[in-house]
């Protein structure tokens, strides 16, 4: 049987030691953060946040959607729900009207979330309300709109369908304004949805016809195959999509590798409140070396990016 060690303090007189000076660091006080006044402007603001890894990383990938625009390649916001939800579209509309972002894509959930708030005003339902009840998803007006979007778009794709519904009707769509497939469609900008069966609460009513919605998602799934074929200077940014969205980009990107494309030097970014194990994986690691990450919350940090994305464009 092994005997225990005994242990002495040890003698610690002939430790090297050595000067602060010759030692690298990695916060300096230039990259401090500078208080900014209670009237500064925004612009004030974002010049006073300090100079860490997540602003500087923020301030890197504005940097790179202002090469793409230069270099009229395609910026790409691919947005989950909880983005519409957020209220955030009129901040994507603006982006796109500013030529900034020149494709989006979504899943079901945020098609619907988008096309609810353009007829409506209103979406997001509480499912603890409904869901025990079997009324959860049971409204008539929405599955019936993607219903004929899904006819529409077998053969112009079910993001440009929608799109086109919401703008060819603004009596039944008064706020269309609001819709960001509504703005891709006004402004000539690709918009693809990304449907899952069964994950929308479209897919439970009898009236949904998986032929339609089949092929209308596929045809946009071969549009932004060819949208991320031509992203060899581009920039793609995952927004708040966990798992649909990021699965959906990997295979764009394979296909359009596969047919030739160099896309070496795309820029990616994955901004979420939690970060997932695919967005990180298929987004921000596998498809480039010049991918980004960053945790927050959409509704500040999107916002917040679109002002410095507009500060160095500003700046040209």
Same mark, same amino acid.
């Given at each position: 049987?092994?005997?225990?060690?005994?242990?002495?303090?040890?003698?610690?007189?002939?430790?090297?030691?050595?000067?602060?000076?010759?030692?690298?660091?990695? $916060?300096?006080?230039?990259?401090?953060?500078?208080? #900014?006044?209670?009237?500064?402007?925004?612009?004030?603001?974002?010049?006073?946040?300090?100079?860490?890894?997540?602003?500087?990383?923020?301030?890197?990938?504005?940097?790179?959607?202002?090469?793409?625009?230069?270099?009229?390649?395609?910026?790409?916001?691919?947005?989950?729900?909880?983005?519409?939800?957020?209220?955030?579209?009129?901040?994507? =509309?603006?982006?796109?009207?500013?030529?900034?972002?020149?494709? $989006?894509?979504?899943?079901?959930?945020? &098609?619907?979330?988008?096309?609810?708030?353009?007829?409506?005003?209103?979406?997001?339902?509480?499912?603890?309300?409904?869901?025990?009840?079997?009324? @959860?998803?049971?409204?008539?007006?929405?599955?019936?709109? %993607?219903?004929?979007?899904?006819?529409?778009?077998?053969?112009?794709?079910?993001?440009?369908?929608?799109?086109?519904?919401?703008?060819?009707?603004?009596?039944?769509?008064?706020?269309?304004?609001?819709?960001?497939?509504?703005?891709?469609?006004?402004?000539?900008?690709?918009?693809?949805?990304?449907? #899952? =069966?069964?994950?929308?609460?479209?897919?439970?009513?009898?009236?949904?016809?998986?032929?339609?919605?089949?092929?209308?998602?596929?045809?946009? @799934?071969?549009?932004?195959?060819?949208?991320?074929?031509?992203?060899?200077?581009?920039?793609? =940014?995952?927004?708040?999509?966990?798992?649909?969205?990021?699965?959906? @980009?990997?295979? &764009?990107?394979?296909?359009? $590798?596969?047919?030739?494309?160099?896309?070496?030097?795309?820029?990616?970014?994955?901004?979420?409140?939690?970060?997932?194990?695919?967005?990180?994986?298929?987004?921000?690691?596998?498809?480039?070396?010049?991918?980004?990450? @960053?945790?927050?919350?959409?509704? =500040?940090?999107?916002?917040? %990016?679109?002002?410095?994305? %507009?500060?160095?464009?500003?700046?040209?």
């Amino acid at each position: 049987m092994r005997q225990p060690k005994t242990y002495k303090p040890i003698d610690l007189s002939a430790l090297e030691v050595f000067s602060i000076a010759d030692r690298t660091h990695k $916060v300096h006080l230039d990259a401090l953060a500078r208080p #900014a006044p209670a009237d500064a402007s925004v612009a004030d603001f974002v010049a006073s946040l300090p100079r860490t890894p997540v602003t500087e990383g923020l301030r890197r990938l504005a940097s790179a959607v202002v090469r793409a625009v230069d270099a009229d390649a395609p910026v790409v916001v691919a947005f989950g729900g909880h983005v519409v939800k957020c209220g955030l579209g009129p901040v994507l =509309i603006d982006l796109m009207e500013r030529g900034v972002v020149t494709a $989006v894509a979504t899943h079901g959930a945020g &098609a619907i979330h988008d096309l609810e708030l353009a007829f409506h005003g209103e979406t997001s339902e509480d499912p603890a309300q409904t869901l025990r009840e079997g009324r @959860f998803g049971m409204v008539e007006e929405t599955p019936a709109y %993607l219903n004929d979007a899904a006819r529409l778009g077998r053969h112009r794709g079910l993001g440009q369908a929608i799109g086109d519904l919401m703008n060819d009707d603004p009596e039944e769509f008064p706020h269309a304004d609001r819709s960001i497939l509504a703005a891709a469609g006004r402004l000539g900008c690709t918009a693809t949805v990304h449907v #899952a =069966i069964g994950t929308d609460t479209v897919h439970m009513h009898p009236e949904a016809q998986g032929a339609d919605i089949g092929q209308a998602t596929l045809l946009d @799934f071969r549009k932004l195959c060819a949208v991320v074929a031509d992203m060899a200077e581009g920039v793609w =940014i995952n927004l708040g999509s966990a798992v649909i969205l990021p699965e959906v @980009f990997m295979k &764009a990107y394979t296909v359009a $590798v596969n047919l030739g494309a160099n896309l070496e030097r795309l820029v990616t970014a994955n901004l979420d409140q939690i970060q997932h194990y695919r967005p990180q994986e298929n987004v921000v690691r596998r498809p480039t070396d010049r991918g980004y990450a @960053f945790t927050g919350h959409h509704e =500040i940090m999107l916002p917040l %990016l679109r002002h410095l994305i %507009l500060e160095e464009l500003r700046e040209e």
